[in-house]
């Protein structure tokens, strides 16, 4: 029998409560005003120290709200331009989302990796992170095990890359137009990919969502191919209606008379909106995710983010 709790122990937990949500609330409107890596390592900081509350509506707010960004990010950018950057990347696109997924598979049968385990991952990395594996998780029957591990290794190798990317790029002394192709191809999840682009520059950040989301459409090719491989029928593909918004934006800027002030503003918000984004989503991080990975699916997920990583930055050089 459970051994009730003193007047004393409910008070400190209420304190620590209150604590916590008031650190909480004090990180979340200052990373309105920092840069998406700095709001993800307070997210991160503050979930593995004190603990962040509000766990669920921190993931379905993140989820809408990075949505919503990315169509508000399509309101400053011209579809002429942005077109042009997504053929550049598209049979670079093509390549590495079939590579991955072959080298994926193969090397977890090596590492023996649970195999469903191993097609998240590779469908993750290959594609866009989280939504890949949402959308392909139920079509292969992956149970909440399964889907957890895959989510939590593609986050912790997201939250490195969006940290050690625009340093590497600026070592190399990357252009924009080559920063937000590598950064497109070999980061995994849209966040993270819009958050690197937007620390390297304007520029890159275009080309980077541009490309990515080009990226994000090989959801659908997939979400089929993994029917035919499980023989699951009747399963429902998460649709991605934030990317047809993301393009009527883009549309609307090109060629309706929006002023430019209102575009402009619209930019601005929702580049705030990406930084409150990337700190949500560090509030998701703790070490029982990260304890869950374990070693073999975590070193399935390195060695394919570093094989893509070095391969598409070879290209791009």
């Not at 998460?238 to 002030?261: D, H, K, S």
Request: overall charge positive; some cysteine; glycine content about 8%.
């Amino acid at each position: 029998m459970e051994k009730e709790k003193t007047f004393e122990e409910i008070k400190r937990e209420r304190m620590m409560l209150t604590l916590r949500r008031m650190c909480y609330w004090l990180c979340a409107i200052g990373s309105l005003w920092v840069s998406p890596a700095v709001a993800l390592f307070m997210g991160i900081a503050l979930a593995l120290t004190i603990g962040a509350p509000y766990a669920k509506s921190n993931k379905k707010v993140s989820k809408y709200l990075l949505q919503a960004a990315v169509v508000g990010l399509g309101f400053g950018m011209n579809l002429h331009s942005s077109l042009a950057a997504g053929r550049e990347g598209m049979m670079f696109t093509i390549v590495s989302v079939v590579g991955v997924m072959i080298v994926g598979v193969v090397l977890g049968r090596v590492l023996r990796v649970n195999p469903k385990n191993a097609y998240l991952i590779s469908s993750g990395t290959a594609i866009c992170g989280g939504s890949a594996i949402a959308a392909v998780a139920p079509i292969i029957d992956a149970d909440d095990n399964d889907t957890s591990l895959a989510l939590a290794t593609i986050f912790i190798l997201n939250a490195v890359a969006l940290f050690i990317f625009p340093p590497i790029g600026e070592a190399l002394g990357l252009t924009q137009q080559q920063f937000g192709t590598w950064a497109a191809i070999a980061i995994h999840d849209t966040s993270s990919v819009v958050g690197a682009g937007a620390a390297y520059g304007e520029e890159a950040l275009r080309v980077a969502t541009t490309i990515k989301l080009t990226r994000a459409l090989w959801i659908f090719p997939l979400a089929f191919v993994s029917v035919l491989i499980f023989r699951s029928r009747g399963k429902r593909v998460a649709v991605p209606w934030f990317i047809l918004f993301f393009v009527v934006a883009m549309i609307a800027n090109t060629y309706l008379p929006i002023p430019e002030g209102l575009t402009s503003g619209i930019v601005v918000v929702a580049k705030k909106a990406l930084s409150v984004t990337l700190f949500l989503i560090g509030c998701g991080l703790s070490l029982g995710a990260i304890r869950k990975v374990g070693a073999r699916p975590l070193i399935l997920g390195v060695v394919l983010w570093a094989t893509i990583s070095v391969v598409s930055l070879l290209v791009v050089l």
